[in-house]
Each structure stands twice: as structure tokens, then as C-alpha cells.
């Protein structure tokens, strides 16, 4: 499978940006589809995820109550919307995909992973 991100760019403090996830090849609807983030100088983190097939989803908890994981099953995309931005969310955005378990939040346990986008959020 390939993952193609996109939507990055720079905002100000509170503004939005929606990041979208586009997937291509052999795509299995049981397998987690997911976004991590990594700023300059830290680990990547999990941000949120959800199932190609179903619409139950999962958070970080600094993504919780501010950005919406969503999918477009048809279109194999997956969407994260990301409001209230705050200047600690600038980070390269990725996607990946992998046949976890549901609530994994391990970067090592997703085997398929896009390029990234940036974010730059500032204050």
C-alpha cells in the first residue's frame, strides 16, 4: 500500500488545518489507519486513528476534543481535521497503516507510512 499526505502548511494560534490521507495498491479494510507527528527533535507520537472499514476511532490524549479523524471508505482517504492549533502541534504529520490491533498506538506495530506533511503552527 502507499499513503500520499497532504494539507500541511503554517497557521496562526487557534486556526485550522485539515490533513488529508490518500491510499493506493492493496488496502485490507480490517487493518488501522493512522496518524503520528514528529517535532524537531522528539520521538514520533500518535496522534489518531481509526479502521479503513468502520468509523470507531481513538486519540492521543493532546488530540482529543480538538482533532476529528474521519475516512472516505470509497476513496480509500483518510482526513484528520485539526482545530484550536496550538504552536506545540508543529510537527511533520504522517499516515501510516498496518494489520494492528485496535488502540495500538506503537509507530513500530504500522508497517506502511507516507511521506509527511508540515504543520506550522504559530503563536
Known amino acids: 500500500v502507499q499513503l500520499q499526505a497532504s494539507g500541511g502548511g503554517l497557521v496562526e494560534a487557534g486556526g485550522s488545518l485539515r490533513l488529508s490521507c490518500a491510499a493506493s495498491?492493496?488496502?485490507?479494510?480490517?487493518?488501522?489507519v493512522a496518524w503520528f507527528r514528529q517535532a524537531p527533535g522528539k520521538e514520533r507520537e500518535f496522534v489518531a486513528a481509526t479502521r479503513w472499514s468502520r468509523d470507531s476511532t481513538y486519540y492521543s490524549d493532546s488530540a482529543k476534543g480538538r482533532f476529528t479523524i474521519s475516512r472516505d471508505a470509497a476513496k480509500f482517504t483518510v482526513l484528520l481535521q485539526m482545530n484550536s492549533l496550538k504552536p506545540e502541534d508543529t510537527a511533520i504529520y504522517f499516515c501510516?497503516?498496518?494489520?494492528?490491533?485496535?488502540?495500538?498506538?506503537?509507530?513500530?506495530?504500522?508497517?506502511?507510512w507516507g511521506q509527511g506533511t508540515l504543520v506550522t503552527v504559530s503563536s
Open positions: 501510516a497503516t498496518g494489520s494492528t490491533d485496535f488502540g495500538v498506538r506503537r509507530a513500530d506495530d504500522f508497517s506502511s
Open positions: 495498491g492493496r488496502i485490507y479494510s480490517s487493518h488501522i
